[in-house]
């Protein structure tokens, strides 16, 4: 069984509060926690400059499981370059750790415009447009030149398809629906679609789909209960999951997992949902998402009494939100504590 030290970086805004709440949650389930806080992001970069040295990338590498908030500095802060923190310390661990799947489930919350939906993306998470690849060349001149290009290799497209593949095959639905723009990225859109085309071979009983990505925003909104398991890759699946937090009750619930299924590294979980530096340190952030992501962790790290029982407390919990009285932070906590079986 894989050992259960878990690196805390609760990161910036909101993040430390739905970290604490989360690893509450856990313990209060029976699970087996040891955390290390690590303070990482905005404040700790304009204290000392760190964004993520190699060696607290060594320290984070001995942890089991590393359980982060939220990165990113306030809008509108002009301290820090664009992309200082999200580039240098958020993608440094995905592709460092080599977290290749961003496994991000979603179930519709009674009374949102998704209830009834019950599906799970798989955001390829270390290539794609986030890949790096490009360049700027006489910048703030009239002649300037950027570009950034989409790296998708075979080998990258295809470790992906094929976990979206046995996830769908282990769902009662089994069903799997491609998303890309294969009208118009001709190159990138061909590889995904030849390598889904090729893989599905192997599982004759998963049913298999194909959305334009425009065409899956209007779907996900109007019948999101037709899907079942998403592949997609990194920037598609970075703007999907946002609109279908939107749709299935909010980000507030929508959680995410950064896998290495390979279990050379450790693996990551995080709420989808940013830093909302407007509501942080007020304790009106709604942890579910964090409490959900850490649910997830658990089940990577085989516990998986505490990890289902932190699910279906969650479950239990769903609806209880009043939209123009939501609950504080404790609230939400205590709530879902006093729901586990
Ligand atoms: C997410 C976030 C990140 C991403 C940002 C903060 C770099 O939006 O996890 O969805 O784009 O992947
Ligand atoms: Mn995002």
Redesign the pocket.
């Known amino acids: 069984m894989a050992g259960n030290t878990i690196a805390v970086i609760g990161g910036d805004g909101i993040g430390p509060e739905v970290c604490a709440a989360a690893i509450e949650v856990a313990r209060a389930a029976g699970a087996t926690v040891e955390t290390v806080e690590f303070d990482l992001g905005a404040d700790r970069y304009l204290r000392d400059g760190e964004v993520l040295s190699e060696a607290t990338m060594d320290a984070l590498r001995s942890a089991d499981a590393i359980l982060l908030g939220?990165?990113?500095p306030a809008i509108g802060d002009t301290r820090i370059p664009g992309g200082t923190l999200?580039?240098g310390l958020?993608?440094k661990l995905?592709f460092t750790f080599d977290q290749y799947i961003?496994l991000r489930p979603f179930v519709g919350q009674v009374g949102s415009i998704g209830e009834g939906a019950d599906f799970v993306v798989i955001r390829e998470n270390t290539e794609g447009s986030?890949a790096g690849e490009g360049g700027v060349l006489r910048r703030g001149t009239p002649a300037e030149i950027a570009t950034q290009g989409s790296v998708n290799t075979r080998f990258g497209v295809e470790r992906c398809v094929r976990y979206a593949f046995d996830l769908a095959n282990r769902r009662p639905k089994r069903h799997l629906t491609l998303v890309h723009k294969t009208n118009v990225l001709t190159f990138a859109g061909d590889l995904w679609q030849r390598t889904v085309d090729e893989v599905k071979g192997e599982y004759p009983d998963v049913s298999v789909d194909y959305n334009h990505v425009d065409a899956a925003c209007i779907y996900l909104v109007e019948k999101p209960m037709n899907y079942d398991v998403i592949v997609t890759d990194?920037l598609f699946g970075?703007i999907l999951?946002?609109l279908a937090g939107a749709v299935c009750g909010g980000v507030g619930f929508a959680a995410?997992a950064n896998m290495n299924p390979m279990r050379t590294a450790p693996s990551m979980f995080?709420p989808?949902h940013?830093a909302a530096h407007d509501i942080a340190g007020k304790g009106l952030a709604n942890p579910t998402a964090a409490i959900s992501s850490c649910a997830l962790m658990l089940d990577f790290l085989g516990q998986h009494d505490a990890a289902q029982k932190i699910t279906a407390a969650v479950t239990a919990d769903a609806g209880r939100d009043n939209p123009t009285q939501p609950r504080s932070t404790a609230e939400v906590t205590r709530a879902v504590i006093e729901r586990l079986a």
Do not use: K, P
Request: aromatic share 6%.
């Open positions: 939220a990165i990113g999200e580039r958020l993608l995905r961003n986030y990194n970075d999951t946002d995410s995080e989808v940013g």
